[in-house]
T-cell receptor, first 112, second 115 residues
Framework: GQNIDQPTEMTATEGAIVQINCTYQ??????LFWYQQHAGEAPTFLSY????GLEEKGRFSSFLSRSKGYSYLLLKELQMKDSASYLC?????????????FGTGTQLKVEL | EAQVTQNPRYLITVTGKKLTVTCSQN?????MSWYRQDPGLGLRQIYY???????DKGDVPEGYKVSRKEKRNFPLILESPSPNQTSLYFC??????????????FGSGTRLTVV
């Protein structure tokens, strides 16, 4: 099975930088995803890592260390609209090779 | 527009009354999946399908059925709904091969209440 841990809640200030951590345990690792989800809406894709290192995409960056089972999502220049839940998801080679197992999400609140 | 379409968005039903939630995608994706989302438990996979006529159980399949007669459609069937199936349901699809970063495209969700 899999175990994915991420903080339940975080609060940050508009314009600041926030880092959301995710640790995981899995066999057959085949990629890690970050999704953003506003309340009552569908998750939307933010980033993907399969090799160690940093992937940058505008204000969002994601880092992966496979040996440590660790990833983080970095959000820069925070805006009020970034208040949402951020889901870490791990893909492994079970379930047809395309199953995503999700963490319970980190609820980010951006304040003035 | 590339999308996954779920219907209905909201549904209130009574215990034991069979219902179907439809899911359709227009991206020619081979892989489709159903998740339920509950507070504190996150998204959990119910069933998935790797292609037409190929389906398998996810982590929480009890009380649900699916079918995949056509590539674009993947309905979720609750033969005898119970209150513990009250949840927010998402359908998702993706390519089975191809860009590894493709991930899932999610439908808009169906909020089901069973009374």
């Amino acid at each position: 099975g899999q175990n994915i841990d991420q903080p339940t809640e975080m609060t940050a200030t508009e314009g600041a930088i926030v880092q959301i951590n995710c640790t995981y345990q899995t066999s057959g690792f085949n990629g890690l995803f970050w999704y953003q989800q506003h309340a009552g809406e569908a998750p939307t894709f933010l980033s993907y890592n399969v090799l160690d290192g940093l992937e940058e995409k505008g204000r969002f960056s994601s880092f992966l260390s496979r040996s440590k089972g660790y990833s983080y999502l970095l959000l820069k220049e925070l805006q009020m609209k970034d208040s949402a839940s951020y889901l870490c998801a791990v893909r492994d080679r079970t379930g047809g090779g395309n199953k995503l197992t999700f963490g319970t999400g980190t609820q980010l609140k951006v304040e003035l | 527009e590339a999308q996954v379409t779920q219907n209905p968005r909201y549904l209130i039903t009574v215990t034991g009354k069979k219902l179907t939630v439809t899911c359709s995608q227009n991206m020619n994706h081979e892989y489709m999946s159903w998740y339920r989302q509950d507070p504190g438990l996150g998204l959990r996979q119910i069933y998935y399908s790797m292609n037409v006529e190929v389906t398998d159980k996810g982590d929480v399949p009890e009380g649900y059925k699916v079918s995949r007669k056509e590539k674009r459609n993947f309905p979720l069937i609750l033969e005898s709904p119970s209150p513990n199936q009250t949840s927010l349901y998402f359908c998702a699809s993706s390519l089975r091969q191809g860009p590894q970063g493709a991930g899932y495209t999610f439908g808009s969700g169906t909020r089901l209440t069973v009374v």
